[in-house]
């Protein structure tokens, strides 16, 4: 069978929820180091979550796989495991009298699991494509109640949080299609390090403002600049680019009259040929020749689904 890794690319971002901090917080995530502690504790299995469905109950852990790092040590990929096991069952079952339903348990628990791997260089992870794991993105709604519960034992401000990349110009070329754009509304995060050329200004604005969160309704019924070097092409940009916390509302005309989208929903995918391979010469040696060709295959297709320039 061919070794193709599927997966889905979504944005690593350090994330503020607003019911959760109404305190004051000790600890914050200023740096790649900060979040690989706060994701080592997240390992620890008092933080898995359990939930339940009318007829099953599952348990949800974040463990971490493997690391990669150069001659020097820097760190370049950190690979971790999202796993769903299955504690119980409503189920045929079979005994000395016949078959009946009934309750089965299973210890220990058999688990689906899927691979998120981090590339520090631009601060992507990319989400093991697995059919029986992200239907409705429950997965993310897990992973992220696990970080929560990090979160509120550890003391810490933010979490490390992941954020859908939309495909290339799915957002932007709503904006340069519509004729007349009126309104735009969209939250953005203050961006990592994978910049482009046309979002470096507005990314520079915000930190030189101290700005962390930017939450924008831009309106103008006679229609808004849609130049390059402007703050609404900017702000879809960085949307395009995974900085954002959920879809993205753009609002204008065409020739058929109003339209109003909410877009930023569907996400980038790729593939890698030969990674599972990969992940297990890691056990072995890191940094072989063809470790360096998996992350060089790597970079090449973020460069393909996630162009960082025009």
Known sequence: MT??????????????????????REKDLLTDDDIVTFWENACHSQYDVTHSTEKNKYKWSFR??????????????????????????????????GFHQDRSYSQPAPADTMTLLVFWKRHIVLVENRSQMITGETWLKHYSEIMVRVAEKMDYKKMPQLENIPPEKSIVSIFYNLLKVTRIKLHLELPNPDMSRLTKELKEKLEEDQIQELKQDMYNPNGMSKKETG???????????GYKKGPVTIEG??????????????????????????????????????????????????????????
């Open 231 to 241: 703050l609404p092409f900017a702000s879809l940009a960085l949307a395009e680019l």
């Open 64 to 97: 971490k796989g493997t690391s990669v790092t150069d001659n020097n040590d820097h760190r370049l990929i950190d690979i971790y495991i999202l796993g769903k096991s299955l504690l119980e069952k409503d189920a045929m079952v079979v005994d000395e009298t």
């Open 3 to 24: 070794d193709i890794f599927n997966f889905m690319a979504y944005r690593l971002i350090k994330s503020t929820e607003e019911d959760l901090w109404s305190i004051s």
């Open 253 to 310: 005309e065409d020739e058929e009259g109003p339209k109003k989208y909410e877009t930023g929903k569907d996400t980038a995918k790729g593939s890698l040929i030969g990674f599972k391979n990969f992940i297990k010469g890691l056990r072995i040696n890191a940094k072989t020749k063809e470790g360096n060709g998996m992350l060089d295959a790597i970079e090449a297709e973020l460069i393909r689904i996630v162009p960082t320039d025009d």
